[in-house]
T-cell receptor, first 115, second 115 residues
Framework: DAGVIQSPRHEVTEMGQEVTLRCKLI?????LFWYRQTMMRGLELLIY????????DSGMPEDRFSAKMPNASFSTLKIQPSEPRDSAVYFC?????????????FGDGTRLSIL | GDSVTQMEGPVTLSEEAFLTINCTYT??????LFWYVQYPGEGLQLLLK?????DKGSNKGFEATYRKETTSFHLEKGSVQVSDSAVYFC??????????????FGKGTHLIIQP
C-alpha cells in the first residue's frame, strides 16, 4: 500500500513568494496532521483535521500560514508571503479511526528553504 | 500543557551493547505513548506504542513500558546493531476525550552505533 505522499520533496524560493506544500493521505485514513521540524524547536504540530474539519490550528505560526483539505484524501499547506524563518522540513501524517491511540503515518517531508 | 523530555545525545555505543533512552512526560488524563525513529532524509516511522498504564510496546528487539507512577516510557534494546543508528523520538498523544489528537514530541535522541 502507498504511504503518505508529500510533494515537492525540496523547495527553494525567494522570500515574499507563495509556497504550496501538498499531501496525499493513506487511503481510508480520516485524520490529517501537519508538523514542522527545525533544529531549534524540534517537531511542532501546526494543525490537524478530523474528517476534513480543522480541529486545532493553534500551532499555525501566523496568518501567513493556511491549510485546507479540499477532499478526504488530499491537503495543502500554503505560506503567503514566505519569510526566511519559515525554512524547515514540513511533514504531514495521517491516521485511521479518529482516535488518539492510533499511530500516525508520516510522509518523507518537504524541505523548504526561503532565501 | 503536555510535554515530553528525553535525553538528546548524541548517544554513541558499540555494536551489541545494551541501549536505554530515557523519556518522561507531563500530561493530563491518560495519554497514549509512542516511540518513532527517523533515518536521514526520511519521515518518522512508528517503532512501538503503548496506550495504557503497564502496557509494554515491542518491535524489532526494542521495548518500552508505560509507567504511570513515574510518568516514563524508556526505550530499551538488549543488543544494538549498526543499522539502529538513527534519531529516536518519544511522543505522546493527549487524552482529549476520544478524538484524534496531535502528537507532542521530545527533542529526539541521536543514536550512533559503531562497529
Amino acid at each position: 500500500d502507498a504511504g503518505v505522499i508529500q510533494s515537492p520533496r525540496h523547495e527553494v524560493t525567494e522570500m515574499g513568494q507563495e509556497v504550496t506544500l501538498r499531501c496525499k493521505l493513506i487511503s481510508g485514513h480520516n485524520s490529517l496532521f501537519w508538523y514542522r521540524q527545525t533544529m531549534m524547536r524540534g517537531l511542532e504540530l501546526l494543525i490537524y483535521f478530523n474528517n476534513n474539519v480543522p480541529i486545532d490550528d493553534s500551532g499555525m505560526p501566523e496568518d501567513r500560514f493556511s491549510a485546507k483539505m479540499p477532499n478526504a484524501s488530499f491537503s495543502t499547506l500554503k505560506i503567503q508571503p514566505s519569510e526566511p524563518r519559515d525554512s524547515a522540513v514540513y511533514f504531514c501524517a495521517s491516521s485511521f479511526g479518529g482516535l488518539s491511540n492510533q499511530p500516525q503515518h508520516f510522509g518523507d517531508g518537504t524541505r523548504l528553504s526561503i532565501l | 500543557g503536555d510535554s515530553v523530555t528525553q535525553m538528546e545525545g548524541p548517544v554513541t555505543l558499540s555494536e551489541e551493547a545494551f541501549l536505554t533512552i530515557n523519556c518522561t512526560y507531563t500530561a493530563t488524563g491518560y495519554p497514549s505513548l509512542f516511540w518513532y525513529v527517523q533515518y536521514p532524509g526520511e519521515g518518522l516511522q512508528l517503532l512501538l506504542k503503548a496506550t495504557k498504564a503497564d502496557d509494554k510496546g515491542s518491535n524489532k528487539g526494542f521495548e518500552a513500558t508505560y509507567r504511570k507512577e513515574t510518568t516514563s516510557f524508556h526505550l530499551e534494546k538488549g543488543s544494538v546493531q549498526v543499522s539502529d543508528s538513527a534519531v529516536y523520538f518519544c511522543a505522546l498523544s493527549g487524552d482529549s476525550g476520544g478524538g484524534a489528537d496531535g502528537l507532542t514530541f521530545g527533542k529526539g535522541t541521536h543514536l550512533i552505533i559503531q562497529p
